[in-house]
């Protein structure tokens, strides 16, 4: 509900201000109707990404004229009604004529607003709150009646008003947006400066090359199969998705298992042991420390000889180093997979061991520095989101 309003602002009811059309019932758009080519049929990701090209789906002219009440014409507004909800976009020009699907809602403003000011407004906190509002506070996953949105409440200044108000908004968002912009390319770079120094500290010129299967006592994967679950388990049955910079990390979806299931599939797992991720995202890394675990196919584990330090290859499997390895010889088209032999095969630059520890000193010191960078990066993109949103309540309180 709007509690104060500006001085010449009039409160309006959305269904006063727009004509609604919800998108068809499911059964109307049955794949069997669609064609190759001809009239599209939009759907929630072009309300989503708010582009309207890549087109899936086509339906005949015929069927285009029996569902006429649904095309799109430039100037309306879509909005995502189901799962992602409140999405935003205005329809172009000369987009390729076509119709909305069951998952979009079409509102066509009238001529006393501004599409882009009700646009700006519908992704505003006050708009999302007055959604909120009118559904008790529950949390909408499907927008199911267009009643709901037809009686929030908008607020309207004159027309030039508003046009004033998009004017102002849209320089903001544009210095907003460039800001954002850098400081992502300022994180994307911390993180590559990183991975670059990791691509070249591997290459010493008098190191000796050893395969994996050589700084090794023993070397296998997990469980091709799956264990008896128990819900009260002491024991966690872990993947490849468990490890994490040295780390073995437990999530809600990790499954527990008894000590039973333990005994009956344990590996010998030993202060030594190193996990790798050889499955789907591969060279997550995490050491084994007396942790009370199942390993699954999706990782492997290898038992390091004295000679070589822990960390020092975990930073090597972390690396570009063993990226650019895994995904050549990795088989799958969608999901990559790097078999035993690949593993075993892999050759590592091996320096003296007192070597090895001053390296990982080094990047250790190199990674705190990272991840502080990185930390004041995410911080500003995080904020630059908060003034956007700021600046956006500000304006359709009256505040510009």
């Given at each position: 509900m709007i509690e104060q309003l500006k001085t010449g602002w009039k409160i309006k009811k959305l269904g006063e201000v727009c004509e609604f059309v919800r998108g068809p019932f499911g059964g109307s758009l049955k794949k069997n109707i669609f064609r190759s080519d001809g009239y599209a049929v939009y759907e929630q990701k072009h309300a989503i990404y708010d582009r309207f090209d890549n087109v899936r789906y086509f339906i005949d002219e015929n069927k285009f004229?029996?569902?006429?009440?649904?095309?799109?014409?430039?100037?309306?507004?879509?909005?995502?009604?189901?799962?992602?909800?409140?999405?935003?976009?205005?329809?172009?020009?000369?987009?390729?004529?076509?119709i909305i699907n069951q998952a979009?809602?079409?509102?066509?403003?009238?001529?006393?607003?501004?599409?882009?000011?009700?646009?700006?407004?519908?992704?505003?906190?006050?708009?999302?709150?007055?959604?909120?509002?009118?559904?008790?506070?529950?949390?909408?996953?499907?927008?199911?009646?267009?009643?709901?949105?037809?009686?929030?409440?908008?607020?309207?200044?004159?027309?030039?008003?508003?046009?004033?108000?998009?004017?102002?908004?849209?320089?903001?968002?544009?210095?907003?947006?460039?800001?954002?912009?850098?400081?992502?390319?300022?994180?994307?770079?911390?993180?590559?400066?990183?991975?670059?120094?990791?691509?070249?500290?591997?290459?010493?010129?008098?190191?000796e090359e050893k395969r994996l299967v050589e700084i090794t006592s023993l070397l296998g994967d997990g469980l091709h199969g799956t264990p008896q679950y128990?819900?009260?388990?002491?024991?966690?049955?872990?993947?490849?998705?468990?490890?994490?910079?040295?780390?073995?990390?437990?999530?809600?979806?990790?499954?527990?298992?008894?000590?039973?299931?333990?005994?009956?599939?344990?590996?010998?797992?030993?202060?030594?042991?190193?996990?790798?991720?050889?499955?789907?995202?591969?060279g997550n890394v995490a050491f084994y420390n007396n942790e009370k675990i199942i390993l699954g196919k999706s990782a492997c584990y290898f038992n390091l000889l004295e000679v070589v330090d822990k960390n020092f290859i975990k930073y090597v499997i972390s690396s570009p180093y063993f990226w650019n390895y895994a995904h050549k010889e990795a088989t799958g088209a969608t999901i990559k997979n790097v078999s035993l032999k690949t593993m075993r095969e892999f050759k590592i630059p091996i320096p003296s061991l007192k070597e090895q520890q001053t390296i990982v000193k080094k990047?250790?010191?190199?990674?705190?520095?990272?991840?502080?960078?990185e930390a004041v990066y995410q911080k500003k993109i995080e904020d630059l989101e908060e003034l956007k949103k700021s600046v956006l309540q500000k304006a359709f309180n009256g505040g510009l």
């Open positions: 004229n029996e569902m006429k009440r649904f095309e799109l014409n430039s100037g309306d507004l879509i909005m995502s009604c189901s799962g992602t909800i409140g999405k935003i976009a205005i329809v172009p020009e000369n987009i390729k004529k076509g979009l809602l079409k509102l066509s403003p009238s001529k006393k607003v501004s599409t882009v000011f009700l646009k700006l407004w519908m992704q505003s906190e006050s708009f999302k709150d007055s959604l909120n509002e009118y559904s008790q506070g529950a949390a909408i996953k499907n927008v199911a009646s267009v009643a709901i949105l037809k009686n929030i409440q908008v607020p309207l200044p004159a027309l030039p008003e508003q046009k004033r108000i998009v004017a102002i908004l849209n320089k903001a968002f544009t210095t907003i947006a460039k800001a954002k912009a850098n400081a992502e390319e300022n994180l994307k770079n911390a993180k590559a400066l990183f991975e670059s120094y990791l691509q070249g500290v591997f290459k010493g010129e008098d190191w128990t819900e009260d388990g002491e024991y966690y049955f872990i993947n490849g998705n468990n490890l994490n910079n040295g780390i073995i990390q437990y999530k809600k979806t990790t499954q527990r298992v008894s000590i039973e299931e333990y005994h009956k599939y344990k590996k010998n797992l030993t202060d030594r042991t190193v996990l790798v991720s050889i499955n789907g995202t591969l990047l250790d010191a190199l990674s705190v520095k990272t991840k502080r960078l």
